[in-house]
């Protein structure tokens, strides 16, 4: 499959299967009765953060768009081409990108408490003045209790848009006060039509990123955009030597782990061989096959090692021949 980029949702104009969500907004915004702040809920890639986009548009001022869907927007309209610039004065975005456009870990306290000054003041130009946090999951301790204080005191024409794939980590203070709405995946095949009318995918090939990504259309995407199928074809590669392992092949694997965008790649691998040692339980639980406590053991270090390198910035390469090691000795088993 040709290189290919997944856009940013304030790129993407239009938002498949999640229809019931927008008509709910649609119909809330209609009746006078919008809610000051919406908690957009559901898997990672299945619309949450398009929505926010979308719906940031109309309530900044765009008029619809019915080509688009119920919350469509003419890319072409003033408003529309001020949030793709980022320069809109009534729209505030918290995300874990940081002003150099590198990913930070998470998103700091000083950039929350920019949420309350950002609503203090009155709409510059639109009805409404939006917040976007993409996404509330990504708020430190910190952060999260410093948007508290735009939850308990909402603005006049304030509307505040939270994307979270894991709500019960949220604060209960938070949740309580947020009105919420679900995001559920399109499932498999819908996914895998999505990706071909998306990007150059083969049926074969869209539908493996499909499952990958569990039905989510913008998972797929990301996925599309790390060569997911190149580290999923190197998971299986791996499992199926054990319990070899070429030295040579895994140093080459770690070489993709290195600067900016091998933490993605580094995350990538852990979770295709964790699904394929998933699966290869699976497969001998059914079979009656010894040696379940060994691939047990060794699924439970692949998840845990990229959490740990994540949060102690431990060497990559490192934590590879760990999990390799662990593996060879589930093999062995």
């Not at 919406?38 to 109309?58: D, H, M, N, S």
Request: charged share 25%; aromatic share 6%.
């Amino acid at each position: 499959m040709a290189e290919f980029q997944s856009p940013h949702p304030r790129e993407v104009y239009d938002l498949q299967g999640q229809e019931e969500a927008e008509v709910a907004f649609e119909a809330a915004r209609g009746r006078g009765r919008l809610h000051h702040a919406w908690l957009l809920t559901g898997p990672e890639g299945v619309g949450k953060a398009t929505f926010a986009y979308r719906a940031a548009r109309r309530l900044l001022g765009a008029p619809a768009y019915p080509d688009l869907g119920v919350l469509g927007a003419d890319p072409s309209h003033p408003v529309a081409r001020q949030v793709a610039a980022r320069s809109h004065p009534d729209l505030f975005v918290l995300e874990r990108e940081g002003p150099d456009g590198k990913p930070r870990r998470v998103i700091p306290v000083d950039d929350a408490r920019k949420l309350s000054e950002f609503f203090s003041k009155s709409p510059a130009s639109a009805p409404h003045r939006v917040a976007i946090i993409d996404a509330a999951d990504d708020l430190n301790p910190n952060a999260a209790n410093a948007i508290l204080k735009t939850l308990e005191e909402p603005p006049p024409r304030g509307v505040l848009l939270m994307v979270s794939h894991s709500p019960g980590r949220l604060l209960p203070t938070v949740r309580s006060r947020c009105r919420r709405l679900a995001f559920p995946p399109l499932g498999v095949e819908a996914t895998a039509d999505f990706m071909r009318a998306r990007t150059e995918a083969n049926p074969e090939d869209a539908l493996r990123l499909a499952h990958m990504a569990e039905g989510a259309p913008g998972r797929a995407l990301t996925l599309a955009a790390n060569n997911a199928l190149v580290i999923d074809d190197a998971a299986r590669e791996l499992i199926s030597n054990l319990p070899q392992v070429d030295p040579a092949r895994a140093l080459s694997l770690a070489e993709k782990f290195r600067g900016g965008e091998g933490s993605a790649q580094f995350q990538l691998l852990f979770e295709r061989l964790s699904d394929r040692v998933h699966d290869l339980a699976m497969d001998h639980a059914g079979q009656g096959i010894g040696g379940l406590d060994g691939w047990a053991q060794a699924w439970e270090v692949l998840q845990r090692l990229p959490r740990e390198v994540e949060g102690l910035n431990l060497d990559r390469t490192d934590a590879l021949f760990t999990a390799l090691g662990e593996l060879r000795r589930a093999a062995r088993a």
